[in-house]
């Protein structure tokens, strides 16, 4: 079983920065360690996603070069990073543990959320 807690989300204006972090209890060496972020009248989108070993790591091009996705795996810790944030990135984000993937579907196991606010 994997518990995740998600924690950093707030109120920003445009072109500011939030670290969004998951604190991962429970067995997660073998999973990837995904964010995805849900808008109000919108489906569950992927952002980024990060393999627990290697390193490996995917965003979405919406977020490409803005959002860094990491982990400390002696904390059992991972974060999302966002820069340059904008109106549209405004959402709950999840954090999520699964199979290696863009698809909601391949993840387990999902955080409660945090809400991420970009004012204009």
């Known amino acids: 079983q994997v518990q995740l807690v998600e924690s950093g989300g707030g109120l920003v204006q445009a072109g500011g920065s939030l670290r969004l972090s998951c604190a991962a209890s429970?067995?997660?060496?073998?999973?990837?360690m995904a964010w995805f972020r849900q808008a109000p009248g919108k489906e569950r989108e992927f952002v980024a996603t990060?393999?627990?070993?290697?390193?490996?790591?995917y965003y979405a091009d919406s977020v490409k070069g803005r959002f860094t996705i990491s982990r400390d795996n002696a904390k059992n810790t991972v974060y999302l990073q966002m820069n340059s944030l904008k109106p549209e990135d405004t959402a709950v984000y999840y954090c999520?543990?699964?199979?290696?993937?863009?698809?909601?579907?391949?993840?387990?196991?999902w955080g409660q959320g945090t809400q991420v606010t970009v004012s204009s």
């Open positions: 429970g067995r997660t060496f073998s999973y990837a």
């Open positions: 990060n393999r627990w070993s290697g390193g490996s790591t």
């Open positions: 999520a543990a699964g199979t290696w993937g863009t698809e909601a579907s391949g993840y387990e196991y």
